[in-house]
């Protein structure tokens, strides 16, 4: 499947006091997160309604942000070539529908 089927969107994590939060940004070079919809469920769903979304941060957001703990390195130059690298490089949600998985290449795929 092509992440860029999964609505995708590039975010940017911030902090202001104790306040955090992430906004929505255009390119790959603002950007220390990617959000898109689970494959399972969209798949499971046949679509985006009732799908729930992934949040994968890059390294350089802080641990004690939310989802954690993993961290992945993002490579390419947009989301048609996206890749998350990490040591396994594979993403893997412990809590809900525990989907696991890879994003390589702008292809996402279960592990």
Not at 35 to 40: H, K, T
Not at 50 to 59: F, M
Request: charged fraction near 20%; include cysteine; proline fraction near 6%.
């Amino acid at each position: 499947m092509r992440l860029i089927d999964l609505s995708p969107e590039l975010l940017q994590y911030h902090t202001e006091g104790f306040r955090t939060f992430h906004r929505h940004v255009d390119t790959l070079s603002e950007a220390n997160g990617v959000r898109f919809l689970c494959p399972r469920w969209f798949k499971d769903n046949g679509g985006p309604v009732g799908t729930h979304s992934i949040i994968c941060w890059d390294p350089s957001v802080p641990q004690i942000a939310r989802p954690g703990p993993g961290r992945w390195s993002m490579v390419g130059t947009g989301l048609h070539d996206l890749s998350l690298v990490a040591g396994s490089s594979s993403v893997l949600l412990t809590d809900g529908c525990r989907w696991h998985g890879f994003v390589e290449n702008g292809l996402v795929r279960d592990a």
